[in-house]
């Protein structure tokens, strides 16, 4: 648990300001028990007991630093993040330019329809300690990171899946899937002779309203997007 990591691998300095905390507020004895125990736990002879990890949740997290902070909510947003499904048709005069930007459009629209669960939202809270700026920083933090996984993903297949459709050897294949599958995300990458430019196949159902926020934004790009592999 890393809350656990962090809390025993704090400086002496560090640790003698966080135990005057703890006796503060849960009293000397509590104190004294924790100090003998200590050494117990460094060493994994003894576990942590759950009502101390809860302890430490409501004492570290003010005193941890920003970095350490974004770090944990990575870990909190790993476990709620989006799950999303989407295939791209792909013909071979796209730009690998213009498949990332439908790739990010896609990612665009169901991180937006995410709603992020109330106990997230508290523990967000808990982790920016009431600064409403640090809040904002670590909620965005979470959802770049999903974007940006799923673009590396994509930005890394792409060129050399378009390279083999544009090959001497290509031109005898009609259709090449490739699929990247990124945490939660699963998507296809069909490459198909008789497409042209890029087009998101709509699964149909709750997600078409997404599906086609993705088309036009889409449309709106093609012509605009320059460059090739």
């Known amino acids: ?61 003010p005193r941890m630093p920003v970095d350490a902070r974004y770090e944990l909510a990575e870990r909190l947003w790993r476990h709620v993040s989006p799950a999303s499904r989407g295939t791209f048709r792909v013909g071979p005069d796209a730009s690998t330019e213009e498949v990332l930007s439908a790739v990010a459009a896609h990612m665009d629209a169901v991180i937006t329809g995410h709603a992020i669960p109330e106990e997230l939202q508290r523990r967000f809270t808990w982790l920016a300690a009431a600064d409403v700026r640090v809040k904002q ?54 490459v198909d002779r008789d497409a042209s430019g890029v087009k998101v196949d709509d699964p149909g159902g709750r997600a078409g309203d997404r599906w086609r926020r993705v088309g036009l934004a889409l449309r709106s790009l093609r012509g605009a997007v320059v460059g090739d592999v």
Not at 25 to 34: D, P
Not at 42 to 61: D, E, F, H, K, Q
């Open 1 to 61: 648990m890393y809350v656990k990591r962090y809390f025993l691998s704090l400086a002496p300095t560090e640790l003698e300001a966080l135990l005057d905390d703890y006796e503060r507020r849960y009293g000397h004895e509590a104190r004294s028990g924790t100090e003998r125990i200590l050494p117990h736990w460094r060493s994994g002879t003894i576990t942590m007991s759950g009502r101390m990890v809860g302890r430490l949740y409501r004492l570290l997290p």
């Open 137 to 190: 920083e670590i909620l965005n933090r979470g959802f770049e990171l999903e974007k940006s996984l799923v673009l590396d993903a994509a930005r890394t297949h792409l060129p050399v899946v378009l390279r083999h459709m544009r090959s001497d050897v290509g031109e005898r294949t009609m259709r090449f899937c490739q699929e990247l599958k990124v945490g939660k995300h699963r998507l296809e990458l069909l």
